[in-house]
């Protein structure tokens, strides 16, 4: 007969084979020590370090250096000017002689070349605007693209804290399934060795035998899996931080975030048009509203100052000394320019820029009702799962309590070894359920953060 204390002493061998095992994986590589990554140290690392966020920055400097060069379009435009030409053919004006020299009829005119073969010009030309509408409103333009550039970079910050805190929830929901894995392998192994027992007195058939042996491995396989993904799930949290030449056995999550007292759900309320996504669709629409009055101001005068000093040299042979052969030229001026037909047609241009900005309003509207939805389902989603949870705590620790109680039972032999093995295998599906129902409901709690614009808890707390 299968006595206590031999079951005790398996139990106890098995356990320590378990938990050998375990600790093998979970050692840090080449003697390392082991840190706490917060998930808010987790985020704020991913922000520091990860490739793509730093190219958002960038991004965002070079929309501020594009406004800052705008402003180089009010300063004064110097500009100094060079030329020597040569002129094999001179210009042939017709003059009317007739109107200097009373001696020739008063029609009479006479073909005259005007230059020399030789010219060379040199001098400086200043442009300073004075006002100039459209460069204004280039500005205030360029001024949202930098905000865009914001939202969009906080859109991209959002969706990486999102992933991490997902990658984050699954690496605490597998090192909760290896403790109860390594709890389930003793389980099962004891049931296994007591169906042994019998097996060898010929009070149990093979295939009673083989069905505990299917259930101690399937809970072996289930502790190997979570290992493995754990493993898989803190290389892509390494990867997600920009810390990938991190061991990954050198990281342990601090889990103590992960409790639902902490966090009150309330019912959502309506969504604030601050979320990134949301604001990036807000400054869009306000944008085309800047593009329509930029439109407009193509077609506005502009004002400036001019000025030109110079001089110009005339001469028949190549000498670009020659005495005498120099003049010089200046003039300081307004000058006033009144665009009156551009070649396109603005009011089509301003009816296109006006739709696009109903547009952007339209998927504002839509955005918004969107992540209402999402929120609301995701809070009935989660109150559902936590009466399921519950539920399922209780079978989990009834069935619990059931199986030892068939062990003693089968050990003394006043119960079936094939109740046993059902009650093992309706225990792993439950406990398995019950893993999957968490992992669901902290990604629904993840979702409502989301939708409700409240995400940056995770990395501001």
């Known amino acids: ?94 003059l009317p002689i007739g109107v200097f020299n009373p001696s020739y009829p008063a029609d009479a005119t006479k073909s005259i070349q005007f230059g020399t073969k030789w010219s060379q010009t040199a001098g400086v030309t200043l442009n300073q605007p004075l006002i100039d509408i459209s460069v204004n409103r280039q500005i205030n333009e360029a001024k949202l693209q930098e905000r865009i550039a914001a939202a969009s970079q906080a859109q991209t910050e959002y969706e990486l804290a999102y992933t991490i805190a997902q990658v984050y929830i699954d690496i605490n929901l597998q090192e909760t399934k290896i403790r109860s894995a390594v709890a389930d392998t003793n389980r099962t192994w004891v049931s296994y060795q007591l169906l042994q027992n019998k097996f060898e007195q010929k009070r149990l058939l093979k295939s009673e035998l083989n069905k505990g ?26 990867f997600l931080i920009g810390q990938t030449d991190m061991d990954h056995s050198d990281i ?66 190549l000498d670009p000394a020659a005495a005498n052969s120099w003049f010089g030229l200046s003039y300081v001026g307004i000058d006033l320019k009144y665009p009156l037909l551009f070649g396109e047609d603005k009011k089509k241009k301003i ?50 309590e059931s199986i030892g109680i068939f062990q003693d039972r089968v050990s003394e032999g006043q119960e079936s070894s094939s109740n046993l093995n059902i009650e093992e295998t309706n225990l792993q599906k439950l406990d398995a359920d019950y893993q999957s129902n968490r992992r669901q409901y902290w990604l629904f709690f993840l979702d409502y953060l989301k939708a409700t614009g409240n995400l940056s808890i995770l990395w501001k707390q």
């Open 1 to 94: 007969m299968y006595n206590e204390p031999s079951l005790k002493k398996m139990l106890k061998t098995n356990l320590f084979w378990c938990i050998s095992f375990a600790l093998v994986i979970a050692l840090p590589v080449s003697g390392r020590a082991q840190r706490t990554l917060t998930l808010s140290q987790a985020i704020n690392n991913a922000f520091l370090n990860r490739k793509n966020i730093q190219a958002g920055k960038s991004d965002q400097i070079i929309r501020k250096l594009q406004t800052d060069a705008l402003y180089r379009k009010y300063w004064p435009q110097v500009s100094a000017e060079y030329t020597y030409l040569y002129n094999p053919i001179l210009q042939t004006s017709i």
């Open 213 to 238: 042996k299917i259930n101690h491995n399937n809970a072996i396989q289930l502790y190997v899996n979570a290992v493995s993904q754990l493993i898989e799930d803190k290389v892509y949290l390494l």
């Open 351 to 400: 009816q296109q820029l006006q739709l696009q900005s109903a547009q952007y309003n339209q998927q504002k509207d839509d955005r918004i009702a969107q992540y209402y939805k999402d929120a609301v389902i995701a809070k009935i989603k989660m109150q559902q799962i936590l009466s399921e949870l519950k539920t399922q705590e209780e079978n989990i620790a009834l069935s619990t």
């Open 252 to 317: 342990i999550v601090d889990t103590s975030f992960i409790k639902t007292e902490h966090y009150k759900i309330a019912d959502p309320e309506p969504v604030s048009a601050s979320m990134p996504e949301l604001q990036q669709l807000v400054l869009n629409g306000e944008i085309t509203g800047k593009q329509m009055k930029t439109e407009k101001a193509k077609y506005l005068p502009t004002l400036s100052l001019k000025g030109y000093l110079g001089a110009n040299q005339y001469t028949n042979n």
